[in-house]
């Protein structure tokens, strides 16, 4: 089986599973006979997502959750590639700084959210600090390997045409390490999602993050449904385009 035949039947497996959960969905509201503040029917949620969509709320407060996401990532991933390749670079750089970067990820960052929220205040600063802080670590790891992966006979060639620093940078180390770097970038921006439904459910008066305590708050559970397929929504997204972006600049 080629490729692309795979790649349309992995698509259509999907497709045909969400087909199919959304009727089992319905069919364990009827037979549970649960309460819609507790389990809610499609048809609720549906319901809820054309209310929220034609006052709105739901475009305004994804907007500034999208906002938030790409600026987090923007940031997080910038820095973490600056850092990771000085690391990549100095073996005594990454000596004196990982054990305090390895620490770092044994402190949640829901835990700090709070401080975060605190010192910088419940506006968009403190949502896009979280957000570069979940993100860092992983891209920071992603490339250090993917710069440390780079051939060293290729240095030599490059030597060898008395190549300059920058030649050598954006002509062998960016692109032969791009694969590994859009690999962290995946998993980034999966996790700039989280970071800024943290910093939401903390503390702020927009968002997606605040829908859902509105929603739990007032026991609208439907709404709390829709706050959270709106986010997956974001998710898939951002991930798809990192994989758009893999497809344009590498060639399989």
Same mark, same amino acid.
């Given at each position: 089986?080629?490729?692309?035949?795979?790649?349309?039947?992995?698509?259509? /497996?999907?497709?045909?599973?969400?087909?199919?959960?959304?009727?089992?969905?319905?069919?364990?509201? $009827?037979?549970?006979?649960?309460?819609?503040?507790?389990?809610?029917?499609?048809?609720?949620?549906?319901?809820?997502? /054309?209310?929220?969509?034609?006052?709105?709320?739901?475009?305004?407060?994804?907007?500034?959750?999208?906002?938030?996401?790409?600026?987090?990532?923007?940031?997080?991933?910038?820095? #973490?590639?600056?850092?990771?390749?000085?690391?990549?670079?100095?073996?005594?750089?990454?000596?004196?700084?990982?054990?305090?970067?390895? @620490? #770092?990820?044994?402190?949640?960052?829901?835990?700090?959210?709070?401080?975060?929220?605190?010192?910088?205040?419940?506006?968009?600063?403190?949502?896009?600090?979280?957000?570069?802080?979940?993100?860092?670590?992983?891209?920071?790891?992603?490339?250090?390997?993917?710069? $440390?992966?780079? #051939?060293?006979?290729?240095?030599?060639?490059?030597?060898?045409?008395?190549? #300059? $620093?920058?030649?050598?940078?954006?002509?062998?180390?960016?692109? @032969?390490?791009?694969?590994?770097?859009?690999?962290?970038?995946?998993?980034?921006?999966?996790?700039?999602?989280?970071?800024?439904?943290?910093?939401?459910?903390?503390?702020?008066? $927009?968002?997606?993050?605040?829908?859902?305590?509105?929603?739990?708050?007032?026991?609208?559970?439907?709404?709390?449904?829709?706050?959270?397929?709106?986010?997956? @929504?974001?998710?898939?997204?951002?991930?798809?385009?990192?994989?758009?972006?893999?497809?344009?600049?590498?060639?399989?």
């Amino acid at each position: 089986m080629n490729p692309k035949t795979l790649r349309s039947l992995s698509r259509g /497996l999907s497709l045909a599973s969400l087909l199919l959960a959304i009727p089992l969905w319905a069919l364990i509201v $009827r037979l549970s006979g649960l309460p819609k503040f507790i389990l809610p029917s499609p048809a609720d949620v549906w319901t809820r997502f /054309l209310v929220a969509l034609q006052d709105g709320s739901l475009l305004r407060h994804t907007a500034f959750t999208l906002t938030e996401i790409l600026l987090g990532l923007f940031v997080g991933v910038c820095f #973490s590639t600056v850092v990771g390749y000085a690391l990549a670079k100095s073996r005594a750089l990454e000596t004196v700084f990982a054990p305090y970067l390895i @620490a #770092s990820q044994a402190i949640p960052v829901v835990a700090i959210a709070p401080l975060l929220v605190i010192w910088l205040g419940n506006g968009i600063l403190s949502k896009v600090i979280i957000c570069s802080l979940i993100v860092f670590f992983p891209v920071l790891v992603n490339t250090i390997i993917g710069v $440390r992966a780079v #051939s060293q006979s290729l240095y030599d060639l490059m030597n060898s045409l008395r190549a #300059s $620093r920058w030649q050598i940078l954006f002509k062998l180390e960016l692109p @032969a390490s791009l694969p590994v770097l859009l690999g962290g970038l995946r998993i980034g921006a999966t996790l700039s999602v989280i970071g800024a439904i943290i910093g939401e459910l903390v503390g702020a008066q $927009r968002g997606l993050g605040f829908l859902l305590q509105l929603g739990n708050f007032q026991y609208d559970t439907s709404m709390v449904f829709v706050a959270v397929f709106m986010l997956i @929504a974001l998710a898939l997204s951002l991930y798809g385009a990192v994989a758009l972006l893999e497809k344009i600049f590498i060639k399989t």
